[in-house]
Structure formats: C-alpha cells, structure tokens
C-alpha cells in the first residue's frame, strides 16, 4: 500500500522555479516507475513527466520539456519535480502517481503550484 505526498508547492512570479516532492508511507517508490501529473481548475488531470524506477528515461511532455527536470533519491524514497522558468499556464495542483497504463495508487492531495504576478 502506498500513500502518496506530494509538497513543494507555491506561489511564484514568471520566470521563477520551485522544487516539488513526492514521498510515500508504506510500500517505497523506489520499485516503481512514477510519474508527475498537474491539474488546471476546469481542466482535466494531464502527464508531466515521467521516470523508471532506476532513474533512467526521463521523459517530459511537450509543454514542459526544456524547463521541468524529474529525477529521484531512492535511498531517500522520494521523486522530485524541479519546475523552472514558470509561466502563467503551468498553475495547477501537481500529483504523483504510477506513470499511465498501469493501475495507479490512490491519489493523494497534490500540491498546488500558482504562477502569478
């Protein structure tokens, strides 16, 4: 069983970053490929990026590629989100969770990123 937090979140100007992460109480991350995911208000839950469980393959959806780096301590247990060069679009609350096409966790309470001047 694995609870999900995510935390990191904030308020921001354009063009700032922040650091989001993502941890668990029960089972560890650490066997898992997981995945960050950000919902807009009316909008629908959307893939970020993405990670194996080892680390490797990084992959990053077309909106973020270039300024979102996901990367991950497993001796920690935690996968992290570094979002840089923020713009007024990438507001929404952010998750963690399975990458898609497998059954996911239960979803736990997000954090919420606003970019806003």
């Known amino acids: 069983q694995v609870q999900l937090v995510e935390s990191g979140g904030g308020l921001v100007q354009p063009g700032g970053s922040l650091r989001l992460s993502c941890t668990s109480s029960?089972?560890?991350?650490?066997?898992?490929?997981v995945a960050w995911y950000r919902q807009a208000p009316q909008k629908e839950r959307e893939l970020v990026a993405s990670i194996f469980h080892s680390g490797a393959f990084p992959r990053y959806e077309d909106a973020v590629k270039g300024r979102f780096t996901i990367s991950r301590d497993n001796a920690k247990n935690t996968v992290y989100l570094d979002l840089s060069n923020l713009k007024l679009e990438d507001s929404g609350v952010y998750f963690c969770?399975?990458?898609?096409?497998?059954?996911?966790?239960?979803w736990g309470q997000g954090t919420q990123v606003i970019v806003s001047s």
């Open positions: 029960g089972d560890s991350l650490s066997d898992y490929a």
């Open positions: 969770n399975r990458t898609p096409g497998v059954s996911t966790w239960a």
